[in-house]
């Protein structure tokens, strides 16, 4: 079993729907991302959380929410989504410490909004 | 203003040769410094890692350098194989807010059989 999982893997929607993807994982690891991936583009850091009670803007968290229910949930809302919300969505996770501890990945929400 | 690139989106070597992907910054207050591998329809990985203060760090096929001077590193992967094949992605990131990591724009490598 994958040790982050994301669901849905793909999702097509309409312009305005609020919509959840949802992240869990089994390292046990405190810290947890949400990025977003564009086409030929890095991922983009939308929202990250150190521990339960910790959530902190990424830098492009507009018309984007989030909400950690536990140590291995945490949940991305796009509100009303938007057209140019389209795109590749990356949850992670790390472990404590130092720069050098390496991101964990999830497979990824392809999202389509129309 | 992009703090990490990766100029080059694409890169095709031969199998058993040697591929360098290269990797600029802007900040020279970044701690480390980590590359990233992604396969199609699945999420990054972790591949290897160097501190900002090394030069040189090698695990394996995989070496990654660090020119501080230029605000430059680069992973040569010898010899490349073609299950190479992927995006890879250089990161940054600082000790404090400790794995917030600002990402290039990948290049894709190609490596032919």
Redo the contacts between chains.
């Keep these: 079993d994958a040790d982050?999982t994301q669901t849905p893997r793909n999702r097509i929607t309409k312009t305005g729907k609020r919509i959840m993807l949802e992240c869990s994982q089994t390292k046990g690891h405190d810290?947890m991302?949400w990025?977003r991936q564009d086409p030929?583009?890095?991922?983009?850091?939308i929202y990250?959380s150190f521990d339960v009670k910790d959530i902190n803007k990424?830098e492009i968290s507009d018309g984007y929410s989030v909400s950690r229910q536990a140590q291995a949930k945490f949940s991305l809302s796009l509100e009303s989504a938007i057209p140019n919300q389209t795109a590749l969505y990356?949850c992670?996770t790390?472990?404590?410490?130092?720069?050098?501890?390496?991101?964990?990945?999830?497979?990824?929400t392809r999202l389509s909004i129309l | 203003d992009q703090q990490?690139k990766?100029n080059s989106?694409s890169l095709s070597v031969q199998e058993g040769r040697i591929s360098i992907l290269n990797c600029d910054y802007t900040n020279s207050m970044f701690?480390?410094f980590?590359w990233?591998k992604k396969y199609p329809?699945?999420?990054?990985?972790?591949l290897i890692?160097i501190?900002s203060i090394k030069d040189k760090n090698e695990d394996g096929r995989f070496t990654v350098f660090l020119n501080k001077s230029a605000k430059h590193l680069s992973l040569h992967i010898v010899p490349s194989q073609p299950g190479d094949s992927a995006v890879y992605?250089c990161a940054a990131?600082?000790?404090t807010n400790?794995?917030?990591?600002t990402?290039?724009?990948?290049t894709t490598l190609t490596v032919k059989p």
């Design positions: 982050v810290r991302y990025y030929g583009l890095g991922l983009r850091l990250y990424g990356f992670a790390s472990d404590r410490g130092v720069g050098n501890q390496p991101q964990h990945f999830g497979d990824g | 990490v990766q989106p701690d480390y980590l990233y329809a699945e999420g990054p990985t972790f890692s501190s992605f990131t600082f000790n400790a794995g917030k990591s990402f290039g724009d990948g």
